[in-house]
């Protein structure tokens, strides 16, 4: 088994520190949320904090590392760590997204349909999105354990880590997917005043 950087401890445990925090500043933002919402928005909150500043710590480190202290420091975890915050900032962001209904799309034709027909293709949507991401959350979760037997050089960390990413965000993107449909079908909005409203 290969340890764990020190260094990789102390910037996660910086991290957490500055995630709470930063978490603490922003909860007011959701004041007017009911209390499950704001509890879930806080720690999803926190969660995207706490991840950024791991995958922007871990570049920073590695940019020093190889350009300012090329002689004096070698930390050979910083490449793969960046990665590896990178991989689970990315689906966090996109199970974030789902959740607010706010992803990418097309809509030049959409939006020359009739309201009644737009909703039923959105509807439509959510169903797929729901159909494709459950293999996806399925097989993601038997890769990442048979990973879990397998250890990174650099980290010291189960491969695994890097896997749970898939259906960790994934069975999010579902359950937030069918909080939408559940919205579309009962006629509920699901957008007030421009922002999202909380599934």
């Not at 922007?56 to 915050?85: C, H, K, M, N």
């Not at 949507?125 to 250890?151: E, F």
Request: charge should be neutral.
């Amino acid at each position: 088994m290969f340890p764990t950087p020190f260094e990789l401890k102390v910037l996660f445990w910086l991290c957490v520190i500055l995630a709470l925090w930063l978490g603490w500043l922003i909860r007011t933002d959701h004041t007017d949320l009911p209390w499950i919402p704001r509890i879930w928005r806080n720690f999803e909150n926190s969660v995207t904090v706490f991840l950024m500043l791991l995958m922007l710590g871990a570049s920073t480190i590695q940019v020093l590392a190889r350009y300012v202290l090329p002689d004096d420091v070698t930390l050979p975890w910083t490449e793969e760590a960046g990665r590896l915050f990178m991989v689970w900032a990315t689906l966090w962001a996109a199970a974030t997204l789902q959740r607010t209904d706010e992803h990418i799309t097309m809509n030049a034709v959409f939006d020359l349909l009739p309201s009644s027909l737009q909703r039923l293709l959105l509807m439509f949507c959510d169903l797929l999105t729901i159909a494709l991401l459950t293999p996806v959350a399925w097989w993601g979760w038997n890769n990442a354990r048979m990973l879990d037997i397998m250890q990174s050089i650099s980290l010291g960390l189960p491969l695994s880590i890097f896997a749970y990413s898939i259906p960790v965000t994934a069975g999010l993107m579902i359950i937030f997917s069918i909080g939408l449909l559940v919205r579309r079908f009962t006629g509920a909005p699901v957008r007030t005043r421009g922002g999202a409203v909380e599934i």
